[in-house]
Antibody, heavy 124, light 111 residues
């Protein structure tokens, strides 16, 4: 069974750096084609893809947020960490991590399993 | 950069009716990399369709996807009470640039 779980602070102050951890089980981030990504959702709004790290350590970021994001992986711990700098109240929302499924050893291009999400509020 | 537009923004239907949701890409995309998700209030999104027309594991056959090029459709043949939710399409830009894009969503609510 594949599971992912997000963890991190529920409240951060403006200008601070947010660090979120995705801990997963049931698959390996060493497997060809696999990725783990982050997606967020402001209250009442649409999903926004943030970043994704692939099995080969290739890292991809949303063009609009790339200067603020860093994604890393610890394969031995089955964890992926996302940092977002210079947090602002508009960054308030639910942050999800999800697996990008492999298809015959290459990225399948879809998120097949999601964590339940973690809520982050940015406020002084 | 690919932009996805979804229409309508809200679809008001009754149980048993057919729902047709549209996703339009700003330029032609590979159907291999077009997916649909369902999200209910307070829940994480759930994968419904990948590769434009393949149902994910456990998804009922009343859900179907179709389309190619710039125009894609998610059809729910007969709405069940649990199908009232928000639906998102998503595109993946194959290598490179290997990035994901979500559409703004269509809400299907009870008429």
């Amino acid at each position: 069974q594949i599971t992912l779980k997000e963890s991190g602070p529920t409240l951060v102050k403006p200008t601070q750096t947010l660090t979120l951890t995705c801990t997963f089980s049931g698959f390996s981030l060493s497997t060809s084609g696999v990725g783990v990504g982050w997606i967020r959702q402001p209250p009442g709004k649409a999903l926004e893809w943030l970043a994704l790290i692939y099995w080969d350590d290739d890292k991809r970021y949303s063009p609009s947020l790339k200067t603020r994001l860093t994604i890393t992986k610890d394969t031995s711990k089955n964890q992926v960490v996302l940092t977002m700098t210079n947090m602002d109240p508009v960054d308030t929302g639910t942050y999800y991590c999800a697996r990008s499924a492999p298809v015959r050893g290459t990225p399948g291009g879809y998120m097949d399993v999601w964590g339940k999400g973690t809520t982050v509020t940015v406020s002084s | 950069e690919i932009v996805l537009a979804q229409s309508p923004g809200t679809l008001s239907l009754s149980p048993g009716e057919r729902a047709t949701l549209s996703c339009r890409a700003s330029q032609s995309v590979s159907s291999s990399f077009l997916a649909w998700y369902q999200q209910k209030p307070g829940q994480a999104p759930r994968l419904l369709i990948y590769g434009a027309s393949s149902r994910a594991t456990g998804i009922p056959d009343r859900f179907s996807g179709s389309g190619s090029g710039t125009d894609f459709t998610l059809t729910i043949s007969r709405l069940e009470p649990e199908d009232f939710a928000v639906y998102y399409c998503q595109h993946y830009g194959g290598s490179p640039p290997r990035i994901f894009t979500f559409g703004p969503g269509t809400k299907v609510d009870i008429k």
